[in-house]
């Protein structure tokens, strides 16, 4: 069945420090793909997607790759914020949505 | 344009008692998903409805939960006889339709948090 696989976290970074995290999937053809962001006590805001191989998704920074090649789509932004402070998910897409565990991202000051 | 809501936002309940959660999708969307966040881990599906029809149950548990979507109203999730391990963020997600097509993101609710005692 699909599956997706997140890096573990908590992932600690300093402020305008470079960040990547990432997400491999397992799945049949070409689902789409996914990151979320879930911020304290709230739900899931979608931050980018891309729905097919070589789309690039971006949003606030944000950005990541569908490779097909790898099976990835990794996240990254060039210098976070200490409001980037979240959960991040990723996740594919059928019908529902699978995700990956999620991985807590820390900025500090 | 009110997003998805959810309520309550937090419920307890003592073993033994009923849950029913709540979920009215956004305007205009009519297909609705449960998803279910055990603490510290990523949100596992648990079923699709469109309007009085459940299209996909797979990730339900077999018995005490059920889940409907009226014609009117919002979105039912319902837990009998609960236990302390379905201590437990439910969210619920809505989308307009087709949920195959990828440009069709599903926007979720903030939760409830539901708490046994």
């Known amino acids: 069945g699909d599956s997706v696989t997140q890096m573990e976290g908590p992932v600690t970074l300093s402020e305008e420090a470079f960040l990547t995290i990432n997400c491999t999937y397992t799945?049949?053809?070409?689902?789409?793909l996914f990151w979320y962001v879930q911020y304290p006590g709230e739900g899931l805001q979608l931050l980018l997607k891309a729905t097919k191989a070589d789309d690039k998704g971006s949003n606030k920074g944000f950005e990541a790759t569908y490779r097909k090649e790898t099976t990835s789509f990794h996240l990254e932004k060039g210098s976070v914020q200490v409001s980037d402070s979240a959960v991040y998910f990723c996740?594919?897409?059928?019908?529902?949505?699978?995700f990956g565990s999620g991985t807590r991202l820390q900025v500090q000051p | 344009n009110a997003g998805v809501m959810q309520n309550p936002r937090h419920l307890v309940r003592r073993r033994g008692q009923e849950a029913r959660l709540r979920c009215s999708p956004m305007k205009g969307h009519s297909h609705v998903y449960w998803y279910r966040q055990l603490p510290e881990e990523g949100l596992k599906f648990m079923v699709y409805?469109?309007?009085?029809?459940?299209?996909?149950e797979s990730g339900m548990p077999k018995e005490r939960f059920s889940a409907e979507f009226p014609k009117e109203g919002p979105s039912i999730l319902r837990i009998q006889q609960v236990v302390r391990g379905d201590s437990a963020a439910y969210f619920c997600?809505?989308?307009?339709?087709?949920?195959?097509?990828?440009?069709?993101?599903?926007?979720f609710g903030d939760g409830t948090r539901l708490s046994i005692l």
């Open positions: 997600a809505s989308s307009v339709q087709n949920p195959f097509d990828g440009n069709q993101p599903q926007h």
């Open positions: 996740a594919l897409k059928r019908r529902a949505l699978t």
């Open positions: 409805l469109q309007k009085e029809n459940i299209i996909d």
């Open positions: 799945a049949t053809g070409y689902p789409s």
